[in-house]
């Protein structure tokens, strides 16, 4: 996955992605606003999640 990868969860539940891992997991979580998270990784890349993994409509 590259780096600041958007990962947007659009399925019918909150399992597709596992925030839970990523809480455990991140070196650091910086909130950029109140709906959107990004969380650095051990190996340097970094992940942007919205909405904290819930589902999200486009």
Do not use: F
Request: glycine share 6%; proline share 5%.
């Amino acid at each position: 996955m590259r780096d600041m990868a958007i990962l947007c969860n659009i399925g019918s539940g909150q399992t597709e992605i596992d925030v839970a891992w990523l809480k455990v997991n991140a070196t650091k979580i910086e909130n950029l606003n109140p709906h959107v998270d990004i969380y650095h990784l051990p190996n340097g890349r970094a992940i942007i999640l919205p909405a904290d993994g819930r589902v999200i409509n486009l």
